[in-house]
C-alpha cells in the first residue's frame, strides 16, 4: 500500500504561482509513475504532469511551459511548480502513484492505483 498526502495548495491571482508537494508512505518501491490530476466538479478528472522512474516527463497541453513537475527520491515527496496560473486552472488537485510500466508516462487516471485526498487550487481573474 501506497498513501500519498499533498500539501500547498490555495488561492492565488491569475499570473501568479504555488507549489504543490506530495508526500510518499508505505511501500513505494514499486511504483514506476507518479502524477498530478485535477478536476473541476461535474468534470472528468484530467492528468496535468506525470514523471516516471527513469525521469520521463509527460504533460498536458494546457500547462505546458507554465508548470513543471520533480520529485526528491531520497525522500519521496513529488512536487508540481505552478506558474502564471489562469482561473482555468481552478481544480482539485490529486496526487497518484502507478506500478504499471508503460512506455511514457502516463496522464491517465485509471492506469494510477494509488491517490492522494487531493488540494483545493483557486485562482481568480
Known amino acids: 500500500q501506497v498513501q500519498l498526502v499533498e500539501s500547498g495548495g490555495g488561492s492565488v491571482q491569475a499570473g501568479g504561482s504555488l507549489r504543490l508537494s506530495c508526500a510518499a508512505f508505505g511501500y513505494t518501491d514499486n511504483t514506476y509513475c507518479m502524477g498530478w490530476f485535477r478536476q473541476v466538479p461535474g468534470k472528468a478528472r484530467e492528468g496535468v504532469a506525470s514523471?516516471?522512474?527513469?525521469?520521463?516527463?509527460s504533460y498536458a497541453d494546457s500547462v505546458k511551459g507554465r508548470f513543471t513537475i520533480s520529485q526528491d527520491n531520497a525522500k519521496n515527496i513529488l512536487y508540481l511548480q505552478m506558474n502564471s496560473l489562469k482561473p482555468e486552472d481552478t481544480a482539485m488537485y490529486y496526487c497518484a502513484a502507478s506500478h504499471i510500466v508503460v512506455a511514457v508516462p502516463s496522464l491517465a487516471p485509471d492506469d494510477f492505483g494509488y491517490w492522494g485526498q487531493g488540494t483545493q487550487v483557486t485562482v481568480s481573474s
Open positions: 514523471i516516471d522512474s527513469d525521469g520521463r516527463i
